[in-house]
């Protein structure tokens, strides 16, 4: 929700199976720091975000139900 200038870390990432950078993860954020941003995906896909470090990062978490994957 906020800008990515006004907090350092905080970084989502995903876990990309068999890929070596950062034991496994692979960052995927540099476009969602810009204000307003939002990404959509599977939340079955491992994923964390990286420890806020300065600042405030706010964020929102929605979800949406279905068809049980399969």
């Given at each position: 929700l906020n800008d990515g200038s006004?907090?350092?870390?905080?970084?989502?990432?995903?876990?990309?199976n068999n890929v070596e950078v950062?034991?496994?993860?692979?960052?995927?954020?540099?476009?969602?720091?810009?204000q307003?941003?939002?990404?959509?995906?599977?939340?079955?896909?491992?994923?964390?975000?990286?420890p806020v470090t300065k600042g405030t990062r706010y964020s929102m978490v929605a979800w949406q139900v279905g068809e049980p994957w399969r």
């Open positions: 006004e907090y350092e870390g905080g970084d989502l990432e995903f876990f990309i950062n034991k496994g993860f692979i960052q995927k954020s540099d476009l969602l720091k810009k307003g941003s939002l990404i959509v995906f599977p939340s079955h896909l491992f994923h964390r975000v990286t």
